[in-house]
């Protein structure tokens, strides 16, 4: 069974960093593109970052991109994104999703809250 | 960059009766990378259909999808009261864009 564990959301104040991470198994993780896609409050979905099975190729939303980075650890199959200098705009659940960038997203997590407010 | 517009916004239905989303793009969506999505309150998304027409794992046969380059559709042959939740089209070519959203409410 495919799971995934986001972890790390929380509150920050506008400027700051956080780290979310995501535990991933019950399939290949090195063999799998990953992403996260956030959810401002009462939003729609909103794709933010995906990154290559062997983490070689990393792609960005415009909105993110110098501010976020997205990473992976295949050996402890494990999913991260450094968010920095955040905003407000920023608020929202993130989820890490299985795939994506050619394919769709078949999988997905509960998500984690970031909250970026003084 | 391809921008979705889902429509309508609001799909008021009882049960029973079938649903139609729309999703259409402002450019041509390559290799019929459109994925269709349900969305409930306070859940993840749920991949429902992938390839414009396919169904993904465990997807009941009332869910079906048709389409090609800008113009697309989701429908729901009959409702259950299940099925009553957010849907979203997204093209998961290079720079991954979701619609908006048609939210299938109960009349």
């Known amino acids: 069974e495919v799971q995934l564990l986001e972890s790390g959301g929380g509150l920050v104040q506008p400027g700051g960093s956080l780290r979310l991470s995501c535990a991933a198994s019950?399939?290949?993780?090195?063999?799998?593109?990953m992403s996260w896609v956030r959810q401002a409050p009462g939003k729609g979905l909103e794709w933010v970052s995906t990154?290559?099975?062997?983490?070689?190729?990393?792609y960005y939303a415009d909105s993110v991109k110098g501010r976020f980075t997205i990473s992976r650890d295949n050996s402890k199959n494990t999913l991260y994104v450094q968010m920095n200098s955040l905003r407000g705009e920023d608020t929202a659940v993130y989820y890490c999703a299985k795939s994506g960038y050619s394919r769709p997203h078949d999988y997905w997590g509960q998500g984690t809250l970031v909250t970026v407010s003084s | 960059e391809i921008v979705l517009t889902q429509s309508p916004g609001t799909l008021s239905l009882s049960p029973g009766e079938r649903a139609t989303l729309s999703c259409r793009a402002s450019?041509?969506?390559?290799?019929?990378?459109l994925a269709w999505y349900q969305q409930k309150p306070g859940q993840a998304p749920r991949l429902l259909i992938y390839g414009a027409s396919s169904r993904a794992t465990g997807i009941p046969d009332r869910f079906s999808g048709s389409g090609s380059g800008t113009d697309f559709t989701l429908t729901i042959s009959r409702l259950e009261p299940e099925d009553f939740a957010v849907y979203y089209c997204q093209q998961y070519g290079s720079s991954p864009r979701f619609g908006q959203g048609t939210k299938v409410e109960i009349k």
């Open positions: 990154i290559s099975g062997s983490g070689a190729g990393t």
């Open positions: 019950g399939f290949t993780f090195s063999n799998n593109a």
């Open positions: 450019q041509s969506i390559s290799n019929s990378y």
